[in-house]
Every structure is written in structure tokens, then in C-alpha cells.
């Protein structure tokens, strides 16, 4: 069985991160769980603290989701890496081992969620190029952890895109059909949420320029495949 290290980031996220870490701290192919609070305001670190099976670190300050998947990486003792987003509603057991089965079956490389939410576009296309929940082989992200630390602030998805596509691995989308993430404007309030969202996209042109996020649709699109 595959060694999982899941890695969560986490910025006040008290109120959703409780029921996200009941699924992952109970699943039985998880090998641990780093929750990296990354400078919050709020009792997210207290909430992670009722969990003993959960690793916490913490950051002074807001760093960024890069930075946060940063530590977690380098405090993680497994061969894979889970990434999972904190603000999830509607996780349960199986969509965690529906995600581990392809790469835990070597019929994938890496997994790569797609949740009930997800843009429309998304959804025609069969794919989220930046969901934030995968599973991944640790290695190749090992020869590029300094990269990581000049990365913009949410630059790291489309980051990995690039090592996936340069490295033509084999990708597996997995569906969340009851699984949302909540929308930055329902979490932030609408002008917050959209200055967020605006800031997101600039981070990912700055990573990958503007006409990153088609050719890394096509190229995925190009290594996915069916389980």
C-alpha cells in the first residue's frame, strides 16, 4: 500500500474545516495528516487541535496557499502527497478512496478531484485544471521545492500542471458529486471575493502567462485517462 501524506492549507477556515478533517483523520489509507494554519485570525489552529491524529504547523503570518503546501511538503514523511483544501462541504469516506484508487492501482499517476461546483466549463471540459485536491508521487516535487518559494501566492496548481505535462504523467479525474467548495464571494463577501478572485487569476498569468491555462487544458486533456 502507497504511503499518503495528506497536506491541508488552511487560512480561518474554523467554521468548515471540522467536518473536513473528520472524513480525512478516520480514512484508513492515510499515512498522516500536516494541517499548516497559515497565519490565521480565528480558532482554525483550536479546531485542529481537538483531532490527534492531525499534525498541526503554524505560520506568524499569512504566507499564501504556495507557502503553506511548502512546509507541509517538507514536514511530510510519505511517497505521496494529498492535497486538500480545508473549506469543503459534503466530503465523505469514498470520495477519499474513489481519489487513492487510480494512483493507489498504478492505473494513474497522479488524481485529480471534480467537484459538484465546479465552474460549467469545467464540467464540459472533464476537468478542474486547478482543483485543489490531489494525490501525487512526492518525488517529483522534491527537485523543485526552491522553485516553489518564489512562486506566487496561488500559483502552485498550474505549477504542478507544468511538471505534469512536462513529465507526461498519467492523469485520473475523479468526480465529487456531492462535494462543493465554496465560492470565494459567499465566503469573503462580494467585492472581497472578487478582488480575491481577480488577485488568483493574476497569480496563475504570472506563473504560467495568459495563455497558460489553454494549453495546459489541452495538454491534460491529452493524459487523461479512463478508470
Not at 474545516?17 to 499548516?36: D, K, N, T, W, Y
Not at 507557502?67 to 507541509?72: P, S, V
Not at 511517497?79 to 486538500?84: A, C, G, M, S
Amino acid at each position: 500500500m502507497i504511503k499518503i501524506s495528506c497536506i491541508i492549507p488552511a487560512y480561518n477556515e474554523a467554521q468548515r474545516i471540522h467536518g473536513v478533517l473528520e472524513v480525512i483523520a478516520s480514512h484508513p489509507f492515510i499515512h498522516e495528516i500536516i494541517v499548516v494554519d497559515d497565519g490565521s485570525h480565528d480558532n482554525t489552529s483550536a479546531v485542529v487541535s481537538e483531532f490527534k491524529k492531525v499534525r498541526l504547523v503554524t505560520h506568524k503570518s499569512n504566507s499564501g496557499k504556495t507557502k503553506a503546501l511548502y512546509t507541509g511538503i517538507t514536514e511530510s514523511t510519505g511517497d505521496f502527497l494529498f492535497f486538500l483544501d480545508s473549506d469543503l462541504s459534503g466530503l465523505k469516506t469514498e470520495d477519499i478512496t474513489n481519489l487513492i484508487a487510480p494512483v493507489q492501482n498504478n492505473l494513474a499517476d497522479i488524481s485529480i478531484s471534480l467537484r459538484r461546483n465546479a465552474p460549467r466549463v469545467w464540467k464540459m471540459i472533464g476537468m478542474d485544471y486547478i482543483s485543489g485536491e490531489r494525490i501525487l508521487p512526492k518525488k517529483i516535487l522534491l527537485p523543485h521545492l526552491k522553485k516553489m518559494l518564489s512562486l506566487p501566492r496561488f500559483g502552485i496548481e498550474v505549477f504542478l500542471n507544468s511538471l505534469i505535462i512536462r513529465d507526461k504523467l498519467r492523469i485520473a479525474i475523479v468526480s465529487w458529486p456531492e462535494v462543493d467548495s465554496p465560492y470565494k464571494n459567499k465566503k469573503m463577501g462580494l467585492l472581497k471575493g472578487l478582488k480575491a478572485d481577480f488577485f488568483m487569476m493574476i497569480d496563475i498569468f504570472r506563473t504560467i502567462s495568459i495563455f497558460g491555462p489553454i494549453y495546459q487544458i489541452i495538454k491534460m486533456n491529452n493524459l487523461k485517462i479512463k478508470i
